[in-house]
């Protein structure tokens, strides 16, 4: 019996990266995992014996769905993670890519907590665990729409820990720096073509240029300090933010 048995966790973004580690530490950890992507992800779902949502979160109304479908399933934990990233100086950034990523990055966020709290508050139990980034805290250049999406997702997690704190439902942020995901060496590739220089020195002189802990953080470690958000142990922690950044933001 794990510590989060006969707890059932919605987890987006589930099919890669950080989410999927978060979804096979849930049910590692006895909880029923609805495995959401955008993508097919119906294997994932048969491996942790879970349900598998399928739905585009660039979509209000699909979101909608997804977030009564997941109500009628009972949620107890859920795990805002779904997101993209897209570089462009902010000039050429096209309007269409900042709607699509503040729509999945934070709106849908709030449309599936709007959707699910409802139940958290009914049970007197809860956890909401958003994916922010370490650019919910800071900025850099290029990254509009995912650093304003983030720092909004760090916004709304506030705003809803004070809302939900007296029904037992608690609401924090995980901030990861750069998280050795298939979105992060896709950024590697691709700043690698653009700066002319080797992955190895992207990593180096781009990614890891602001921290103390030079090394890309393993998918792993951000769904073990989900899961200790999401445990008992963690009852009195809201409205928090915790870094996973190896120190960027202790300069």
Do not use: C
């Not at 909880?31 to 097919?40: E, G, P, S, T, Y």
């Not at 994932?44 to 879970?50: D, K, M, N, P, S």
């Not at 000039?91 to 959707?115: D, G, H, K, S």
């Amino acid at each position: 019996m794990g510590m989060l048995s006969g707890k059932t966790v919605l987890v987006t973004g589930a099919g890669s990266g950080i989410g999927l580690a978060m979804a096979r530490a849930f049910a590692r950890e006895g909880a029923r995992v609805l495995v959401h992507d955008v993508r097919d992800a119906r294997w994932l779902a048969e491996e942790l014996g879970g349900v598998f949502l399928q739905a585009d979160l660039a979509d209000p109304q699909a979101v909608e769905a997804l977030g009564k479908e997941a109500a009628a399933l009972g949620v107890d934990i859920l795990v805002n993670n779904a997101g993209f990233q897209h570089i462009d100086p902010v000039e050429a950034f096209p309007l269409e890519t900042w709607q699509a990523m503040v729509q999945v990055m934070l709106t849908a966020p709030f449309q599936l907590i709007r959707a699910l709290i409802p139940g958290m508050k009914a049970k007197g139990w809860g956890r909401i665990i958003n994916v922010a980034s370490v650019h919910g805290l800071v900025a850099s250049p290029y990254k509009s729409a995912y650093i304003s999406a983030k720092h909004g997702l760090v916004g709304l997690t506030k705003t809803v820990a004070l809302e939900a704190g007296p029904y037992g439902v608690t609401v924090n942020a995980i901030a990861p720096a750069y998280v050795r995901t298939p979105l992060v060496e896709g950024q590697i590739q691709d700043q690698a073509r653009t700066l002319g220089i080797s992955p190895e020195e992207v990593v180096e002189k781009v990614f890891l240029a602001q921290a103390a802990i030079r090394r890309l953080i393993e998918p792993e470690e951000v769904a073990e300090l989900a899961l200790f958000l999401a445990s008992e142990k963690a009852s009195a922690i809201t409205g928090a933010v915790l870094p996973i950044d190896l120190g960027w933001t202790a300069r």
